[in-house]
């Protein structure tokens, strides 16, 4: 059968259409995310000393974590999730995603490579994060820090890439803007506020420590 990406000369033997339609996809990720927000919104309620900035921060980590975790460890370790029959959720999603950037369906090595690195190292080290925030741990601001950076390396990369080789990967207008530009564009700004926030928490740890040594001297 036909499939809608482009390019439309794309060899997928076997494809199998979606059996979910698009609104059924995003209301079951967008409730299934409120669902995880709401949860650690509520658990982190019980810790003490908690900013709210912190809880949010840990709402985003929780979110993102498994986000890396579930939906695009699935995509890296399932080559052929554009043959599914059964209507499997997450194979639902990268068929309908794939309508904004062809190359997931098309298993581009370097968008494969980029997602399954932040699988299998990002997301459970955001999931870590949360647990940092939450116990207080001297490496919460640090943590946080590395794992931004690498969310925007990561993110960096898939859209250079992209450029590189003509950008031309979106079924229409619309997929490109809501799914490549929109979805991507959280994994730039929530990173890079993190970033800017615990690099001056870092730096202003550093200092504090000099000036307790000069006055011990």
């Known amino acids: 059968m036909a499939h809608p ?10 494809y199998v259409p979606n059996s979910l339609s698009e609104s059924t996809i995003l209301a079951v990720y967008g409730l299934a995310s409120l669902f995880v927000v709401s949860i650690i919104w509520l658990i982190s309620g019980r810790c003490a000393k908690i900013s709210k900035l912190d809880r949010w921060l840990m709402c985003w980590w929780a979110f993102s974590g498994l986000t890396h975790i579930i939906l695009e460890g699935y995509f890296a370790f399932s080559p052929e999730f554009y043959k599914d ?16 950037d062809s190359r997931y369906a098309a298993r581009d090595v370097g968008v494969v490579v980029v997602e399954g690195m932040t699988a299998v190292l990002e997301g ?12 207080g741990k001297s490496y919460s601001y640090i943590l946080q820090f590395a794992i931004s950076l690498g969310q925007l390396y990561g993110t960096a990369v898939y859209f250079i890439t992209a450029y590189m080789e003509g950008d031309n990967f979106a079924a229409s207008t619309y997929y490109y803007y809501a799914y490549y530009i929109v979805a991507n564009s959280f994994w730039i700004l929530i990173p890079t506020l993190i970033s800017v926030r615990c690099w001056k928490k870092i730096c202003s740890a550093v200092q504090l420590q000099g000036q307790k040594k000069t006055k011990v001297r």
Request: charged content about 25%; hydrophobic content about 45%; some cysteine.
């Open 85 to 100: 029959k059964t209507g499997f959720y997450l194979a639902e999603v990268w068929k309908e995603y794939s309508k904004g």
């Open 5 to 14: 990406y482009v390019p439309r000369d794309l060899n997928l033997l076997d």
């Open 124 to 135: 459970p080290f955001c999931l870590l994060a949360v647990y940092a925030i939450a116990k």
